[in-house]
């Protein structure tokens, strides 16, 4: 009989890059009988996973209260042998599935104090880093009830115990990438992609600006979700509109299939220390395709980059569209640096190679 494995998650989509693509596939592929509950409007089996969904709550609230009681009952049910869980919110989950004597992996994707520090729906500052100490506190206590964590980041990794950590970072999948064929679209004009959250942290305001210098010259993709419908609206009043294309929220291997048409990836996030010290996958999968990549001037991408991108002031559109052009004007250099990106990753950054410690982590809990 099969190893039991069921993941959590209430506010992540079933069809998440890292819990379904990479870590309840990898799961699957190593002989586990994975089941994972999300929101979703059915159960169904995909790749190997069994999909139990959850409802869709109408607010914040009621996903952190009816919805994650809902996720209670349906992981005891499951009777499995691990339950790994992918939110903050489901720690109290967690620590009530050992009482129930279980194997619990929480799994780490963002530093949680720190970025409750930039929520400002929290409240203002003062309760902001109260909230922030008290969680810190919650989630280390907690933590030391669990049999293992999973941090997507090494700086995230050295804020828990060594003995039982991890870190498992969002490399791409090269099979999945390399067997997505380019979309059958009429291509214009030289493409410029950006996917991912559409937020003003992410720097998707002055992309678009940088577009009005850049004009006919080439056209911007965009693909992913808006943070708002306000947000949105004041993209489409920019100038530099008239020469972008949304192209809306799209499942994982059709953005793969976007970006085979490309001709340059941005990652022009907001100069915030917990962003420009991560690495983003978005940049991997740019990478991968072999485009070159224009991405915010950090000393610590650049490091990791300096092969395979050109870097900005995120702020500046007038020198984002400096190198959109340089790059049109350049075909042999990007060239060049988009071969550079695609052998980084093959050496250094794929999920092929990151996966196997997940499944030593596994070996390692179930002994």
Known sequence: MKTKVC?????????????????????????????????????????????????????????MTKVVWKLFKLALKEKADVYHFHDPELIPVGLGLRLFGKKVIYDVHEDVPQQILTKDWIGNSIVRKIISLFFKGFENLSCAFFNGIVAATPDIAKKFPSQKTITLRNFPILELIDKAKPININKQRPIIIYAGGLTKIRGIKEIIQAMEFVGEKAELWLLGKWESEEFKKECESLKGWRYTKYLGLKPLEEVYMYLKCADIGLHCVCRIKRYMMGLPIKVFEYAVARLPIIISDSAYWKNKFGECALFVNPYDPKEIAEKILYFLNNPDKAKKLGDNGRKLVEEKYSWEIESQKLIDLYKEILQ
């Open 7 to 63: 993941i959590l998650t209430t506010v992540h989509p079933p069809f998440d890059d890292r819990i379904f693509h990479k870590e309840a596939k990898t799961l699957v592929k190593a002989g586990y009988d994975v089941v994972l509950i999300a929101q979703h409007n059915k159960e169904e089996i995909v790749d190997g996973v069994r999909i139990v969904p959850l409802p869709k709550p109408r607010n914040r609230f009621e996903r």
